[in-house]
């Protein structure tokens, strides 16, 4: 009777998180395909999307109760929820995912992860103890956050390395625009333009640059929040060298140029170690995966042609 009453309940709990989720997808498809005209709060929330207070981003979720925010306002008001959200916006930000609805977006199909994950579980532990389905349900959990962590921190890798690849180049291209006469601003706009299809990410980097100095913004703080955002130490470099150049009323041009050459040999040091860490990067695949078929192929006939040749003295005695 009592296996009955548990299998009635891991059931009945397999259908309820099957159905939250099939609703929780249903309802965000819909949220995201509604067309909202709202001008006026769509620049508002522009705006204030640049604060870096977390008060400021707790009152904008809070005063913002339509559409995919009001999944930011429930998950805020969990312990914890905040401060999680806080460090998801962030590194969504160093992947270069900055999109309006970015962060809410990743929030849902995260708990919707989690909830297909427990789901699973639940099913796989249909015809177990409740004690085995509780920890199955909190692996489950553990796995559902983590997961989308750990690839959303590969896309922070995957685009710092590409605005590393790209900062020589585009530095000293910068700096022989400068030598032509223009302004750091309209420099910085012409090497975006013809950076655009080549290194297309520190491009958009240098236009949201020159568009918050344009907006009435400092440039000191605005290249701070340039470095805030990628987290690189040679873009904290750069801007320093761009902010005290101007401070101070040195010529920029040489020292970008200067500085380009560092970052080529900092680029070339980079691949060298990268090709000497290969060797011992192979080793594992080679021990493990083709070793073994390695002695399979040259051994095993041997073996066999031996094991025919003892086979056939001993049907001769």
Known sequence: MCGYEDGMLINLLFFLLTGATLTVLVWTGIELFRTQEDPLGDRLEELQSQAL????????????GRGLDRVLYLVSLVPGGDDWMHGTERLLNRAGIRRKYALAVYVILTLLFVLMLSAGMVWLQRDNPVTSLIGGLAAAVLLGFMLPK???????KRYRRKLQEALPDTVDLLGIVLGTGLALDQAMMRVSEEMEYIYPELAGEFVT????VRAGQERTTAFSQ???RTGIEDIKSLAAMIVQSEKFGTSLAQALKVYADALRTRRRLRAEAAVGKAGIKML??????????????TLVPGMLSVLRDLKMLGGGR
Do not use: D
Request: charge should be positive; avoid cysteine.
């Open 53 to 64: 207070v977390a008060t400021q981003r707790t009152a904008r979720r809070k005063t913002t």
């Open 150 to 156: 750990m690839v959303l921190q590969r896309l922070v």
């Open 209 to 212: 640059v020159v568009m918050q």
């Open 226 to 228: 340039f470095v805030r």
């Open 284 to 297: 594992f695949p080679i021990v493990i995966f083709i070793l073994p078929v390695l002695f399979v192929i």
